[in-house]
């Protein structure tokens, strides 16, 4: 390889005078390289990709969590009973209700941070700071906070009551309860997205921005076409990520609703959880798993064949 | 030196974001932007009351009886600590469920992660980048791929799979490995991100010291060990820090692989409390006693947290 030759060139009259091994492709070196690979490899295999081919097995069997009796293979049958299942329709249609409003929300006003602290001003750092706090607090802790937030006669209805707003009860009522969530998830996330677009926007070199001044170019149009284009490659690392991580959304609902009112706020992942864990029919559970899976790969393989096709146009 | 200015995790300027200069140029402070800009100033403010006055509410409604938290609701006095303050709440927690083990149990699971967690993964990065060997490519390419699989897609069959594996302890050979401190830790510490980070890291590291400390008789592993990790302060934190945040917050694996109250984390712990329980300002104490290690975690070391988070922006 080319460090190699780079090397006995700089070595050349050391490695002439020494007995030395090739660095690259001898035996040894292999079997150095499988053994510090090996830990990581083992744990990988056992945990990552034995349990990816399980989630496909599984699905076809009727696997329970604790049994005496050896899984049976049972064909398609969890997938027919899937969908006849009112609650997995209900839950597929909230997990996509929370990507499709938590996407474009989060997004953009986690820019409109971004923008506001990516700029030359004392105490920067400290609004930076705030925005971020969020991030490092759980989401377990947040979602505990903000249920008590959301109470009825909680700090948020007491707040609007002020400006002589009536709320809602905001987890209770089903027309309410996923919105509340989605309003919170948004709160707690908003800034790791923003240090995300801030690592974007600072990519843009600012001789592009002086430049577009002196053509006379305002504020907007600076933000449209010196801003907006030199974001690409953070967008669409933004919008997997969000779109990935809405799917998964479990941890909120499973504290503050726990699937309510009337099925308004169960998700895919919350739906396998109760038939895998607390009902134990791992079997059914792996079917549950593989379809948010296929939701999961659909999403990334949609947003890669557009990303390409923008690069092409472009 | 050119390895400790070598491009960390990929591009210079994740390096500096904490501090960064801005891109876009300084607007002027006279006229219409006078007044541009203090409405400026006073958004970035009204926002921080948005980010900060919920978690400020909940520390200081640690301090308070529950009345009074209620009685405050309606006015400033919610996020001010007036009236009867009081630690009746911590140990009010600490006298319902053991709190200090729930504490020492993300401890052990935290640091034992973080810590074999570092060095599996280098090790394995450093196999891949430097040494190299026929088919790494591949391994690298599954290792990559496995990135688009949410953890949540495999909990339910994991489960499951974990409660056939056997385990070698102290006590001989068991099965079964739900209910234990193993469930909580193994299946985290390889990490396929932390591996490519790593990776990234390693390959930017001028491979010309390999050579040199070859011809001073240095195996593979004394490069490792020696040359290449010491040079990787930053890849480290970051790493660190990417597993730790998850790990604290871990919520969704311990609530189904263990049930016994001695093993939990205080994740679980707190769901738990909650249930058996209906004093908010107990369920705050125990909220700011759970948050109040990682912020302060996050207040010392500011920078390195924001850089880890802006580097996991090439993931994807």
Redesign the interface.
């Given at each position: 390889m080319t460090?190699?030759t780079?090397?006995e060139h700089?070595?050349a009259p050391?490695?002439s005078t020494?007995k030395?091994k090739p660095?690259?492709?001898s035996r040894s070196?292999?079997t150095?390289?499988?053994l510090?690979?090996a830990?990581?490899?083992v744990?990988?295999i056992?945990?990552?990709?034995?349990?990816?081919g399980?989630?496909f097995g599984?699905a076809f069997t009727n696997?329970r969590?604790?049994s005496p009796r050896p899984a049976e293979f049972v064909g398609v049958d969890n997938f027919t009973r899937l969908f006849d299942d009112e609650t997995f329709w209900a839950s597929l249609r909230n997990t996509i209700i929370f990507a499709v409003v938590i996407v474009p929300v989060q997004s953009a006003c986690a820019l409109g941070?971004a923008l506001?602290?990516?700029?030359?001003?004392r105490g920067v750092?400290?609004?930076?700071?705030?925005?971020?706090?969020?991030?490092?607090?759980?989401?377990?802790?947040v979602s505990?906070?903000?249920l008590?937030?959301y109470q009825p006669?909680?700090?948020i209805n007491?707040a609007l009551?002020?400006f002589g707003i009536q709320g809602p009860d905001w987890l209770g009522d089903p027309k309410t309860a996923l919105l509340a969530i989605i309003l919170m998830s948004a709160?707690q996330a908003?800034?790791?997205h923003m240090?995300?677009w801030?690592?974007?926007?600072?990519?843009?070199?600012?001789e592009l921005?002086?430049a577009a001044?002196l053509d006379g170019a305002d504020r907007w149009q600076?933000f449209r076409y010196v801003t907006w284009p030199g974001l690409r490659a953070?967008r669409?690392?933004i919008l997997?990520?969000i779109t990935?991580?809405a799917?998964?959304l479990?941890?909120q609902v499973?504290?503050m609703t726990q699937g309510g009112p009337l099925d308004s706020t169960s998700t895919l992942?919350l739906m396998?959880?109760r038939t895998?864990?607390q009902q134990q029919q791992?079997g059914y559970?792996?079917a549950?798993?593989?379809a948010?899976?296929v939701l999961?790969?659909a999403v990334?393989l949609v947003n890669r064949h557009f990303t390409r096709d923008k690069d092409v146009v472009r | 030196m050119s390895a400790t200015t070598a491009p960390g995790l990929g591009?210079d300027?994740?390096a500096?974001?904490?501090?960064?200069?801005?891109?876009?140029?300084?607007r002027g402070g006279e006229g219409r932007h006078g007044i541009r800009h203090l409405l400026?100033?006073l958004?970035?403010i009204a926002?921080?009351l948005?980010?900060?006055l919920?978690?400020l509410?909940?520390i200081v409604s640690s301090f308070k009886p529950d009345l009074q938290i209620?009685d405050d609701?309606?006015s400033i006095k919610?996020f001010l600590p007036t009236g009867s303050i009081s630690a009746d709440n911590y140990t009010g927690v600490f006298g319902r469920v053991p709190f200090a083990q729930f504490m020492m149990n993300s401890v052990i699971i935290t640091v034992v992660t973080v810590v074999l967690g570092i060095v599996?993964?280098s090790?394995?990065a450093?196999?891949?980048a430097r040494?190299?060997?026929?088919g790494?490519g591949i391994?690298l390419g599954?290792?990559l791929a496995?990135l688009?699989?949410?953890?949540?897609?495999?909990?339910?069959?994991?489960?499951?799979?974990s409660?056939k594996?056997p385990f070698i302890g102290p006590d001989g050979i068991s099965e079964g490995w739900l209910d234990t401190y193993q469930v909580q830790i193994?299946?985290?510490?390889?990490n396929?991100f932390s591996?490519f980070l790593f990776y990234q890291y390693f390959d930017s590291i001028p491979?010309?010291l390999?050579?040199?400390a070859?011809?001073d008789g240095a195996?593979?592993?004394r490069i490792?060990r020696s040359i290449v990790m010491p040079l990787s302060g930053p890849a480290i934190a970051t790493v660190a820090i990417l597993t730790f945040?998850p790990m604290?917050?871990q919520?969704?694996w311990p609530?189904?692989a263990v049930q016994t109250e001695e093993l939990r984390p205080v994740?679980v712990g707190?769901?738990y409390f909650?249930q058996l329980n209906t004093s908010?300002g107990q369920?705050?104490a125990y909220?700011t006693m759970?948050?109040a290690p990682?912020?302060i975690l996050?207040?010392a070391f500011?920078r390195s947290?924001?850089n880890s988070?802006?580097s996991?922006?090439?993931?994807?």
């Open positions: 460090t190699i780079a090397a700089a070595n050391v490695a020494r030395r660095i690259k492709g070196s292999t150095t390289a499988l510090m690979l830990p990581a490899a744990l990988l056992t945990f990552l990709l034995i349990p990816i399980l989630t599984l696997a969590l604790i941070l506001l602290v990516n700029v030359k001003m750092n400290f609004f930076r700071t705030v925005y971020f706090l969020p991030v490092v607090t759980s989401m377990v802790v505990m906070l903000w008590f937030l006669n909680g700090l007491q009551a002020r709160w908003m800034g790791f240090v995300i801030l690592s974007g926007l600072q990519t843009i070199p600012g921005y002086e001044e600076q953070t669409t690392f997997i990520t990935i991580s799917f998964a479990f941890t499973n504290i992942v396998a959880v895998g864990f791992t559970a792996s549950i798993s593989l948010f899976f999961v790969l990334t | 591009s300027h994740l500096h974001i904490a501090d960064a200069p801005p891109a876009e140029p300084r400026g100033i958004l970035r926002l921080c948005v980010f900060g919920p978690l509410f909940m209620f609701l309606g919610a599996v993964n090790m394995a450093f196999a891949l040494i190299g060997f026929k790494g391994v599954i290792i496995t688009i699989v949410p953890f949540e897609t495999l909990a339910l069959p994991l489960l499951w799979w409660n594996l193994i299946p985290f510490i390889a396929a591996i491979k010309e390999d050579e040199a070859k011809v195996g593979w592993f490792y945040l604290w917050n919520y969704l609530l189904m994740m707190i769901d909650k908010w369920i705050m909220a759970i948050t990682v912020l996050f207040i500011q947290f924001i988070i802006a996991s922006g090439v993931k994807g």
